[in-house]
């Protein structure tokens, strides 16, 4: 598959894990989301290197539906609270009377919920010369990821790519045609410079044995 981006991340294809919890005193089977932060470690490393003072925004967003970029957004938020670096997850929403009220165990994690709207306001001062303001997010935290969904689902979270400073394209391994990836690769780097690269998900664990072995050697450029 022809790629222009650089492949940031492979995470293996994992199994889904389940976990027991009690509705009304009857237990019931619910699905643990997974952590991918293992994997994402050499992105972290790339956010910490980026020049500049102040905190950085990364922009995570799938080419398609259903190829698990909120979860790899959630698990970088991880990451970095893990790392000792102060973060938020701002999750994209199109219709928020539409969305149920966030778990207290995940708003605890400080992840909240806002339109496309009220994120570009919130990041709009930060793209301004000089010295950053007073009220300015980046003031407040060392890093801030943007759960911008899909771009299939909305195609204006590409207006966000001119506030990053990192963006991430989360695809599903096999799922997204290479036309597609080169099409969202084209309309993001109307915004600049911004450095961009791949996360591939859902990756078959033969792959990444062979990709590792292949890096150890020495054999990746």
Do not use: C
């Amino acid at each position: 598959m022809p790629l222009k981006l650089p492949v940031w991340a492979r995470i293996p294809d994992l199994p889904a894990r389940e976990f027991t919890r009690s509705v009304w005193q009857k237990p019931i089977a619910a699905a643990a989301e997974l952590d991918l932060s293992a994997y994402l470690r050499s992105l972290i490393g790339k956010i910490d290197e980026l020049p500049g003072s102040g905190g950085k925004v990364a922009l995570v967003m799938s080419i398609e539906n259903g190829a698990g970029g909120s979860t790899v957004a959630r698990s970088l938020n991880r990451s970095a609270l893990n790392k000792g670096m102060l973060s938020v997850l701002i999750e994209l929403q199109s219709d928020l009377p539409a969305v149920k009220p966030a778990a207290a165990d995940r708003q605890e994690q400080g992840i909240t919920k806002t339109d496309l709207r009220s994120v570009n306001v919130l990041l709009s001062a930060s793209t301004q010369t000089g010295a950053l303001p007073a009220d300015d997010i980046r003031k407040e935290f060392d890093l801030i990821v943007v759960d911008a969904s899909s771009l299939a689902a909305q195609p204006d979270v590409r207006t966000l790519a001119a506030h990053a400073d990192l963006i991430v394209v989360v695809v599903r391994d096999g799922a997204a045609a290479p036309a597609a990836i080169q099409r969202a690769t084209a309309g993001l780097s109307k915004s600049g410079a911004v450095p961009t690269g791949l996360v591939v998900n859902r990756v078959s664990i033969s792959s990444v044995i062979v990709q590792s072995q292949r890096e150890t050697l020495g054999l990746v450029s």
